[in-house]
């Protein structure tokens, strides 16, 4: 590791923090400079992706214009669809967190590794599983539906990483709330959840993510334009005649505001160092 | 137009991570749709999802089923997911009243019973270009009707030919020489597509089949002289090796920004070429293997199905739209307005001197070959083993007759 | 739901009677709060890998679609699929691009985590957007990495002939022996914002007096991250690494949308292999053959290393 570890310089030493600050925005430079591209792109009039020049120096917003008109319907389902999956994944992971950290259970091994088994399905997999039983239940084409289907990478992370956070908080926390007369739920959610903020926040914004990034639920489980979220809207501009790149990029770069809010909001309190004792 | 064009490579593969119902549903099962008599509301499934086709579909779907008496409700889907969703309403029984398919997937969808013969309707392929004939039929019977086709030519860049003082090539040695002239600095001389899927094999078979090589066996000293042709003209540095990994949408990028000055590809392309105000291009037939030979080209385009849904009314209905797509007066107005080519042989003539871009492609229907017409819906297999074959003999893997050897033997 | 109050009135249960209720009580709590994570995993999870699994052993084809017939085929799925000549390359791809993914996402992630424990102004912002890779949808990233890395017009073959590294154009994703490296690369660039994350957590949560001890005691910064960061770090170094592996080995979408596997099945993996087989050839009995083996190796590949790491955790 060339970079020494050091939490906080001591002082006396001739390299003033915003040097800091300048290596750190060089390796964003390097690391982000796909995501200048599509910048690039998504301002440049022609749409072509063949010698695009290193600067928009002819800016064009027709792809800004086009997306905003043509997209912005998905980019509401698909933020629908995220805040959606973020709550139900919350609903269903971290009671059974709860139960999972601070009970001695006999089957809660079996559970563990059950959850940690699921996260080596491919995806097409449960897909293709899920197109069927989605007919059947009528599903297709609707919120809740990609709701469900979208949570299943987000719930088997959210119990890990909650469940990994709540070991650590004192049995004897919530027998004192259990002798106040509190029943199970209460103890759980007037003690349990306030002291695992950071957990349930860390665990929300993966959940977010997984189901903002999805394309292949969206793909298999709608058929019709009504619930399109927008990575689904980003493909049918890559069509069989006109290939519009610059409308793909503007897509792409809209599409991600709403996410990058969300992130440097929520960054404070991410506490992933919890997924400590996630898998064990 | 045909499977491979519809998209880049990035998306189409993405997109076809697709769900396909795998269950088991037991066989029959009808449309209990109640509206007999009256106005019939046909479902109709077809892939122009972008413009301009999607309009252009629209409107002649529109007309012609009004003069069946009946009205159109339809999807069109991103061709890529076209085919899962197929196999998704045969398993679901909610199959549409219409179907378009892309030609070489009718044979497969046929055998698995999904689709209605049109000779229990009367309809007949009587004028049709042989091949695409044969694309529509599975065993003896008539399952589509494909209003019009296209293949892929020779695009060469006027300006550049011109100043360089190069005619377009007619045989495949004046194609070499003339891609080495052309060829100059960040400038290819030639540009074709030889992806790792069926887009690729699309664009290997005109060079295969004039040679008389077969898709039954490609390991053929035939086959391995057209696949020397690919080789040598990228070894001699005339056409990019990123063509690998080309689309034939990549490609027509390539020719619109001066990087080849000439390129394989089909009259899909004309819109966005023709937007290019500064560009000036003119369309060949494919070069032949030598002076005077024939030249075999694929066909491509969709054909019109009419899928089992127990409905009777609905079908003969969608029967009578399918003839009417197909109608004389159809063809040449879809021809026109998608930049492609009348099936009816007869239409050809006048139709190529009224339109004289599509002069260069249209010279070629009456031999081309539909890519299912000898295997049926073995052709994936086959269309595997080409693509495998060239892309082992372009990365310098094995020779060629090594390579179609080792791809035919799988 | 477990809040139980007596109705008014009612009798007082004697002091065993209650006792035995109020376990019952917390039991069936447990149950209830467990029960919809159970159903959820149990529909979401446990049905289609049943499907699958019993979709590997019958001949599934399109017509099965329609016609619902899928013959059993026992075993012949599973020998078809390794005895076919792409199996052994393509297993040892998806050998090489895990391993190199992981190990490019864990030293760069690390690395950044590192850098970012110390306190400079807009730390935190540049940790944020350092997440944005993970924020693009795959399909437009795919198509920005494939311009990116093209070989002619390309941008970084563009950089890297301005300053004289590689005036020869390489051909990122057309060539055989680079293909393979292309595709790890771009799965790192995806891969790091993930590692960042937990990692930076896993380090925040190391008291900073051990540190300050370990200066105190004349330790560089290299022995610091030897003997503190490294040892307390373990635990999270273990789940980025597990979960990593899991995540990397079915990859599909990078590898389909840069190469397709190609060239010349240079970049071929197991998880490729089986979407072709499935959806291009639409052998669907094979892919999800295929697609067992890999969940297998998957399996293995976590129950060794739970074991290990238990063991080392024991002594």
Redesign the interface.
Known sequence: ??????????PGRAWP??A??A???G??AV?????Y??IN?SLQPGGS????P?LPVHLSFHGYSTALSQQGRNLLTSLVVALGSVAFCL???T??A???AQ?R?RFAGA?LF?????????????A???YT?YTDAGLLNSVPGLI??D??AG??FA??IVRAFMTSIPQSVIEAGRVDG?????T?VSIVLPMSRNALI?AALFSF?FA??D??FALTLTTTADVRP??LG??TY?GTYVSD?SS??AT?VL??IP??VL??VA??Y??????????? | MFRSTRS????A??A???A????????GGSDSGSDSGGTATLRVLDYYSNEPGRTVWQKALEACASQAGATISREAVPGATLI?KV??Q??SKTLPDLLMLDNPDLQ??A????LTPLDTFGLKADGFAKGVVDASTYQGKLYGLQPVTNTIGLFYNTDILTKAGVTPPTTWEELKTAARKLTSG?Q?GLAFSA????EGTWQFLPFMWSNGGDEKNIATPETAQALQLWVDLMKAGSV??????WTQADVNDQFRAG?AAMMVNGPWQFPVLDADKALHYAVVKIPAPAAGRPIVAPLGGETWTVPQTGNKDKQAKAAKVVACLNSDESQVNLAKQNQTIPTRTALLASFSSANPNVKGFADQIPTARSRTGELGADW??AA?KIY?AF??A????ADPAKALE?AQN? | ????EPPPGSVPPDRVGRWQSRRGQ?RL??LL??A???I??LA??G???V??FL?ALQT?S?????????PWAGLANYRAVIT??VFSKALLNTVLFTAGSILGQFVIG???A???????????????????????????????????L????G?LNRFLAAIHLAPGHP?W????SLALLAVIMVNI?IG?PFNL??L??????IP?DL?EAA?LDGA???Q??RY??WPLLR??V???L??GV??T??V??VI???????????SQTI?TQ??HL?????D?GQG?AL?NI??AI??VF?VIY?RA??RA?DE
């Open positions: 590791m060339a970079i020494p570890v050091t939490p906080g310089r001591r923090r915003w800091d600050t290596v750190g925005v390796i964003l690391l982000l400079f796909p995501i591209w599509m792109v992706a063949v010698g695009t290193w609903v269903i992971a009671p059974a709860y139960v999972l009970f259970l559970i059950g959850v940690l088994i699921s996260q080596m399905i491919p995806g097409i997999v449960i293709n599983a899920l039983a469900l289907a949570s299943t719930i088997p119990i890990l509190a029943g199970h739920l209460r759980f860390t993510l903002w990034a394309f292949l927008v990575t980003l493909y890559i790149w793909v990029m792409a599409a991600s996410a990058i992130l440097v960054q404070r991410v506490a992933a160092g919890t997924t400590a004792g996630a898998v064990k | 880049r490579k990035a998306p593969a993405l076809s991570i697709l396909i119902p795998l269950t088991l549903t037991a066989c899962q196999l998704q045969a398993s497969q969808i055998q698995t019973g999904a960040s290819y992806p790792a899927n069926y990019s090796k990123s063509a690998l990994n990087k994936p297999k595997t495998t892309q082992s372009l990365t310098g893997q080792q799988g | 739901m477990a809040e139980y917390d709590a447990q709060f467990l919809p994570a159970v959820y995993m979401f999870f049905y289609p890998v499907k699958n979709m599934y399109t017509s099965t679609f329609y016609t619902g017939e899928a076919s000549s690390l690395g950044l590192v850098f970012f424990r110390r306190r400079f102004p807009l730390n935190g912002l540049l940790r944020s957007l350092l997440l944005i890779p993970w924020l693009i949808p795959l399909i437009v990233s795919g198509a920005v990495w494939r311009w990116i093209d070989k002619d017009n941008a051909g994703l057309t060539s055989t660039w790091i994350t937990i930076y957590g896993g380090l925040q949560d900073e540190y200066t560089s910064g290299r610091r991250f503190v960061t635990p999270v273990s789940v980025v597990v979960l899991v995540y080995i079915k599909l979408d389909l949308g840069l190469t397709n596997g190609g060239p010349a099945n240079a998880a089986s979407y499935s959806f291009v050839q639409f669907f999800a697609g890999l969940i998957s399996l976590a739970l790491n238990r955790v």
